[in-house]
């Protein structure tokens, strides 16, 4: 049973800075991408970033390009989201999601519908 915990949310000002983590159990994840996406009140669920498993590749929406950093701990199966220069609209409920790839293949990282697991969110709350 895959189990994807988020943890790290928060309040903070404008400006300031956070670190999500995801831990991921239940399976090995080595032909898995693992993502964030968020989601606001009144607002469809949106692409944040992914990573693939196998090669660390990095995949960004053009809304947090600069200011976010995805990265992945093997050791510690877990995911994380540094974000940076944080503004009032990244305020959301921020989910870990995970789905296979195959390497080497296309794949789209925004498409919410191909994730298989998805943690229970965790609440960033940014104030101007």
């Known amino acids: 049973q895959v189990q994807l915990v988020e943890s790290g949310g928060g309040l903070v000002q404008a400006g300031g800075s956070l670190r999500l983590s995801c831990a991921a159990s239940?399976?090995?994840?080595?032909?898995?991408?693992m993502a964030w996406f968020r989601q606001a009140p009144g607002k469809d669920r949106e692409f944040v970033s992914a990573?693939?498993?196998?090669?660390?590749?990095?995949y960004y929406s053009d809304s947090v390009k600069g200011r976010f950093a995805i990265s992945r701990d093997n050791a510690k199966t877990a995911v994380y989201l540094d974000m940076n220069s944080l503004r009032p609209e990244d305020t959301a409920l921020y989910y870990c999601?995970?789905?296979?790839?195959?390497?080497?293949?296309?794949?789209?990282?925004?498409?919410?519908?191909?994730?298989?697991?998805w943690g229970q969110g965790t609440q960033v709350t940014v104030s101007s």
């Open positions: 999601a995970a789905r296979s790839v195959v390497p080497g293949a296309y794949w789209l990282p925004n498409n919410n519908l191909r994730y298989a697991y």
């Open positions: 239940g399976r090995t994840f080595n032909t898995y991408a």
């Open positions: 990573i693939t498993w196998a090669d660390g590749a990095t």
